[in-house]
Structures are given as structure tokens and as C-alpha cells.
């Protein structure tokens, strides 16, 4: 696929300079760019390797004569304009327009005509698949759920019943939506119930078997949202678990049954939600986060890596640590207890003094 600056240019809403009839096929970074790719030197130690007569994209204050450049974008935003740039060059995964023969599709499901459906895919009862949709191979989509405009579900994920799924969804290979969320009881009180009470302490230790809780909840997950690889969303017990619009969950991301998580958060890799939480909109928390069940998070709290969230954040906070408490805090406590060591040096040495001084006396 090639492309004219010009065209690039517009489509990155970038400013364009030089020939810009001139065609790119890709990109590339600098020293490695072939005659048809732009380079992306979008800083002045970037640019020192740049070949004359190509293309590249700058920052704007940078002079394309000065590395003999034929052609240039300069980027106001640079991250912005990459997300631009790879979306353009992107041809997106090879599925076929129509229903593959080897599929499955129950009598009952509504496929658009414009919807394409991998291999080996197999959709249920009363499944509804809307237009511009398109399914990867080995995808299996269970009984009444419902698939929105241009979603794009990739290889191997597993659909369960009662899912809805909004516009312009992507969902990574080997995600699962739906499984029934892990949810059990005791008869008696449980080990865990009388931890909370007595804050650890337990009367006596009996046996004890696990009940199912069933999951007659579904899963309801808003236009725009991305799900990444072997993610995991569970149903939720009575009411759906939701996914608002304009979220992008990492790999490996476990949000537990009856979570409710907002608008356009940022939720990295390995972050685990428990049930019944619920997280406000614009949150981000980094990767390997925790949240408690029953916890709520308020809008736009930033969490960092490893974080565990035992109890209510206020909206806007940013916080680190196990336990979460504020990132201003954390970094006192974490320069305090680097100086433990000293102080345990100087407290040993006033001990000594003080019981010399004694033994004269």
C-alpha cells in the first residue's frame, strides 16, 4: 500500500513539506529505511542518520534541508502522530468478506451481509453479528450474544452467552468474555468471613465445603473498548459486568464478576479487578495492580506499577504501593526506610556509649 506525503500529511493532520507527491510504502527508523518508507526522526539525535533524498518525520522546529531530506511531516505531537502513521500503514488481519465454509453458524444467529466470518468459527442461537464485523478463525460466539459495527474479533476467543459488545470493539486472540465468575460459599461461616470480623483471628478451624454461586448476569462492554490477549472478563452474578466505552485492557487482565469499569481507562498487563468493584473513568492503573472487591476508585486516579488497592481512592489521586497510599507519601516512606539502616547504625553506637557510661558510674 503506498501513499503520498501529501495524503499522509492529512490524514496525520501534520503540516507536509517538500515534494509531497512523493510515495511511501512504510515507515522505518532512520539508518534503516528503504528508498519507499518514511523515516521517523522525530528528534535532532535521531535525524543524524538519516539518508538524503528520502522522506522523514520531524518535530517541528527541525530543518529538513539541513539532512538533505527530499520530503517531510513535521509532528506536533510525535506519540500522536505514530498512533496516525501505524494506523495508516496497518492492512489489519486478512479475513474475508462472507461466511467461510467451514464455519458454524445456528439458523437462528443474523449475520450482516458485509460481516466477515473466519475457519472453524461457530456462532450460536440468536446471536446477532453487525455490519462491517469481522471474526478470525476458531472464535466461538454462545447463544444471544450480541456483536456490534466493525468489531473486530481475533483468533481463538471464546464468547459466551449473553455478551453485548459494542461498536468498533478489538478483542486480541485468546480472550474470554463471559465465563462465569468465581463465586462460592460455606454452609457456616467461612474461614475468610471470620478473618474480616476478628481481623485474623479465628475461633476454631472446621471443615469446610464450597457452593457454587451461580452467574445469571452477562457481560456488557461499551463502542471502542480494546481487549488484549488472553484477557479474561467475567459474567457478572445478577447484573452485568461492564466495560465502559473507550477502555483498553492490556494482556492478561482479569476483571472479576459484577465489576463495573468506566470511560477510557488505561489498564495494563496483569491487572486484576475483583468482583464488585467498581472503577471511575480516565483511571489508569499500571501494570500488575490490584483492587479488592467491593472497592471503588474514583475518576481520573492514576495507580503505578504494582500497586495494591485495599480501600476507597478519592477521584484524582495518584497512588503507589502496597498498600496504596498517595505517590508523594510512598516516596517519603521509601527514602525513610532507606535511611533505617543508619539510624540503626547510630542507635547501636549511642547504645554502646550509653552503657560504657553506665558501667563507670
Request: proline share 5%; with cysteine; charged share 20%.
Amino acid at each position: 500500500m503506498q501513499v503520498t506525503i501529501k495524503d499522509l500529511a492529512a490524514a496525520l493532520s501534520a503540516r507536509a513539506w517538500g515534494d509531497l507527491s512523493m510515495q511511501v510504502s512504510g515507515a522505518a527508523e532512520p539508518g534503516q529505511s528503504e528508498p519507499d518508507q518514511i523515516a521517523l526522526a522525530m528528534s535532532p539525535k535521531y535525524a543524524e542518520a538519516l539518508r538524503p533524498g528520502g522522506a522523514a518525520i520531524l518535530a517541528e522546529g527541525m530543518d529538513p534541508e539541513t539532512y538533505g531530506l527530499k520530503a517531510a511531516i513535521f509532528a506536533p505531537r510525535p506519540r500522536l502522530v505514530m498512533a496516525g502513521l501505524t494506523r495508516s500503514f496497518d492492512p489489519g488481519p486478512d479475513i474475508a468478506r462472507g461466511i467461510h465454509p467451514s464455519a458454524v453458524v445456528d439458523p437462528s444467529a443474523k449475520v450482516a451481509g458485509d460481516a466477515a466470518i473466519g475457519p472453524f468459527v461457530v456462532i450460536g442461537e440468536g446471536v446477532e453479528i453487525g455490519p462491517g464485523a469481522r471474526i478470525a478463525s476458531h472464535v466461538s460466539v454462545a447463544r444471544g450474544t450480541k456483536i456490534g459495527a466493525d468489531a473486530l474479533i481475533l483468533n481463538g476467543v471464546r464468547i459466551q452467552h449473553g455478551v453485548t459488545i459494542g461498536e468498533r470493539v478489538i478483542v486480541q486472540p485468546g480472550a474470554v468474555i463471559g465465563a462465569d465468575g468465581f463465586s462460592f460459599v460455606t454452609p457456616e461461616e467461612s474461614g475468610v468471613e471470620q478473618m474480616r470480623k476478628n481481623l485474623g483471628k479465628r475461633d476454631d478451624f472446621t471443615p469446610q465445603k464450597w457452593v457454587r454461586i451461580h452467574s445469571l448476569g452477562g457481560v456488557t462492554i461499551g463502542d471502542d473498548v480494546e481487549i488484549g490477549a488472553a484477557a479474561a472478563i467475567d459474567r457478572g452474578t445478577i447484573r452485568d459486568t461492564k466495560i465502559g466505552s473507550g477502555t483498553k485492557l492490556d494482556n492478561l487482565v482479569h476483571i472479576g464478576h459484577n465489576a463495573v469499569v468506566g470511560e477510557d481507562c488505561l489498564i495494563c498487563g496483569q491487572v486484576g479487578i475483583a468482583g464488585s468493584s467498581v472503577i471511575g473513568n480516565r483511571v489508569v492503573l499500571a501494570g500488575q495492580c490490584g483492587v479488592s472487591d467491593n472497592i471503588n476508585v474514583g475518576d481520573d486516579v492514576i495507580a503505578g506499577g504494582a500497586t495494591k488497592i485495599f480501600s476507597r481512592v478519592p477521584a484524582g489521586r495518584i497512588v503507589l504501593g502496597s498498600p496504596a497510599v498517595e505517590m508523594t507519601t510512598r516516596m517519603e516512606m521509601d527514602r525513610a526506610a532507606r535511611r533505617l539502616p543508619r539510624l540503626s547504625a547510630t542507635v547501636a553506637k549511642l547504645q554502646k556509649t550509653v552503657t560504657e557510661l553506665l558501667d563507670k558510674a
